[in-house]
């Protein structure tokens, strides 16, 4: 096998492993892994200097059959339509193995938006939304944030959205508490990758004191899974962000690191660590590694020098396939996306039904839940991989391809 495969052909070559693994015919294997619908919108975005730049945007639903379909909006140059299409299919098999009511799908714009102004990806926001509006609805399909997204933009969506549908703040999740967001859904991919996390250190018998954490991406998901791996106990002794990674041996003062972020805009000098490279973060002798940034960091070039005894996927596919064969054949534990960074998602689905029933949950119920949803999950991922004696991964994608296979057949798809 080659490192060269695309993503949406590497997350189709996971999917067609649990497919065989659950004995699905070829025609059966082939509705399922490919995109149901596929829109590519022009975004045209009126600069500040009252120029035009025309941009590239999607909208890609990848399969419907266990409810709307779900999933997050991304602004980064590399939004291609496979990157889209993978990610749309990612969101399928991560809503079915934690077992909530939606289907996958993901959007994007091809677009640098550190150039931009706060006025200009407002206005792109809403050329975006207006031109993918037709494939949106409550019970349809519903966008939250990604990469380079956040509250502000979902609120811009909810508004755009709400100009033709009237109030509808079930239509995003990922929105400011203030419009009608959940309680702990900024924290809840960060907060869930640190559960499964634990569970996984648990069963293996380590104490979060003596285990070692590195975290590529001091973003939403990075920052948060750092914040909460240090209140549980973990040394976060390495984390990155796009600008250079730091070091620090004996564990990074995360709150102060917080700060240190929100005052310079970098974690790159921090006192007390040293600067390292983000490839050297990658290299690291610690406990756990957790990539939180973007896609195919771990790769044919350097798995082989990743030293880390469990790698927790927080970002999507940050490990290619062939980079996933090296890590498991020498013995590293993969915990992958649909399962590690699937809290976002399940708190989107809270967030959705207290929009739903015009209701508030406090804080300390959303944990809950999503603690009970994640545990619950990784516990039946992990029963079927030394049942089945299969990776993390294999088994996370057999228990969700079964689940979507079965609806899609109820439902006479296939
Ligand atoms: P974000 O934009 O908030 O943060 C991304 C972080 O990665 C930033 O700190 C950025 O500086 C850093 N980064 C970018 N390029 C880098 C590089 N080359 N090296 C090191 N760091 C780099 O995005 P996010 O929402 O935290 O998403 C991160 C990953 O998690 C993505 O793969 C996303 O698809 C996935 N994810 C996010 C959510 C969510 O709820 N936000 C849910 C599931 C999965």
């Not at 640190?194 to 920052?223: K, R, W, Y």
């Not at 209140?231 to 995360?254: H, K, M, P, W």
Request: glycine share 10%.
């Amino acid at each position: 096998m080659e490192d060269t495969m695309g993503q949406f052909e590497a997350v189709t070559y996971f999917f067609e492993k649990a497919a065989d693994l659950n004995g699905l015919s070829d025609s059966k294997k082939a509705v399922l892994a490919g995109t149901y619908r596929e829109l590519r919108v022009q975004v045209p975005l009126r600069r500040d200097d009252g120029s035009l730049d025309v941009l590239v945007g999607y909208r890609i639903q990848h399969n419907g059959a266990r409810g709307p379909y779900k999933g997050g909006v991304r602004y980064h140059p590399s939004a291609s339509v496979d990157e889209v299409r993978a990610l749309a299919s990612l969101m399928t098999w991560k809503a079915a193995v934690v077992d909530i009511p939606f289907g996958g799908a993901k959007g994007g714009i091809e677009v640098e938006p550190r150039g931009l102004s706060q006025s200009e990806i407002e206005r792109m926001t809403r050329v975006y939304t207006n031109q993918i509006s037709h494939l949106l609805g409550p019970h349809r399909d519903i966008p939250a944030p990604d990469v380079n997204t956040n509250a502000q933009t979902m609120a811009w969506m909810m508004d755009e959205y709400g100009k033709r549908h009237g109030y509808t703040p079930e239509i995003v999740t990922g929105k400011p508490i203030a419009l009608g967001g959940s309680y702990g859904r900024e924290s809840a991919t960060g907060r869930g990758s640190i559960i499964v996390m634990h569970q996984l250190v648990s069963d293996l018998g380590l104490h979060p004191e003596e285990c070692t954490v590195a975290i590529q991406g001091f973003g939403n998901v990075g920052g948060w899974a750092a914040r909460v791996a240090h209140e549980r106990g973990y040394q976060v002794v390495a984390v990155s962000d796009s600008d250079g990674a730091i070091f620090c041996e004996t564990g990074l003062n995360i709150p102060a690191l917080v700060r240190h972020q929100m005052e310079t805009g970098a974690v790159v000098g921090f006192e007390g660590a040293v600067n390292i490279t983000n490839d050297e973060l990658l290299t690291l002798a610690v406990d756990v590694l957790l990539p939180a940034a973007l896609g195919e960091v771990i790769h044919a070039g350097n798995a082989d020098k990743v030293q880390c005894k469990i790698v927790v996927e927080g970002a999507n596919h940050p490990v290619t396939p062939v980079a996933d064969a090296i890590l498991n054949e020498r013995g590293v534990l993969v915990v992958p996306d649909i399962l590690a960074n699937a809290g976002g998602v399940i708190v989107s689905y809270f967030e959705w039904t207290q929009n739903i029933q015009q209701f508030r949950w406090h804080e300390e119920e959303v944990n809950l839940r999503l603690t009970e949803k994640l545990v619950e999950s990784y516990e039946r991922v992990s029963s079927f991989a030394q049942l089945r004696g299969v990776p993390l991964r294999e088994a996370a994608y057999a228990i969700g391809v079964q689940r979507v296979a079965e609806t899609s057949h109820l439902r006479g798809y296939i």
